[in-house]
């Protein structure tokens, strides 16, 4: 079975992470490398420029509680899921996020339907602008829900309805 290589866009809130299981519940018995993105467009300075490669500012939007969640979830969903991980996008252009895409060899893009990204920083963009453009095949995926049994109260006693039915 191919490995299909996933992009979802994230703003780091445990609320994005629920693409991971609607996308395996969409797509069921295929293997992913997912890469969870957050999108940073690039800065005019020359200094920031030279600096882009030692950055680690941006990980401290990335909470222990995202990576936790996502650790559980790899690890719940491990027999779909090869890898798991996080990144950054920085750009300000779609040329520059078909190479993105290209160099990581990403075969599909999945994102959370009607959800809204919210911005970590004043250079945050926002993910549609570059999805809907990129031309890489797209899957709307709708939040996963787990159905939680129920408790239903009886209206009457079994020995009650037999009566009745007699």
């Known amino acids: 079975m191919k490995t299909t290589n996933i992009l979802i866009p994230t703003d780091f809130s445990l609320e994005s992470l629920q693409a991971v299981p609607a996308l395996i519940q969409q797509q069921p018995g295929q293997k992913f490398n997912i890469t969870m993105v957050n999108f940073l467009g690039l800065s005019d300075s020359i200094s920031d420029l030279l600096m882009l490669s030692r950055r680690s500012r941006e990980y401290e939007y990335v909470t222990q509680e995202f990576l ?50 919210i911005k970590l920083t004043p250079m945050s963009n926002e993910p549609d602008a570059f999805l809907d453009r990129a031309k890489c095949p797209i899957v709307d995926l709708i939040p996963y829900i787990t159905v939680q049994p129920t408790k239903i109260k009886a209206l009457h006693s079994t020995d009650q309805l037999e009566l009745e039915q007699v």
């Open 68 to 117: 936790d969640e996502l650790t559980r979830l790899s690890r719940e969903y491990g027999e779909y899921i090869e890898s798991l991980q996080t990144e950054f996008f920085y750009g300000n252009t779609v040329a520059l996020f078909k190479n993105y895409l290209e160099a990581r060899d990403i075969n599909q893009i999945a994102r959370l339907k009607q959800f809204s990204y």
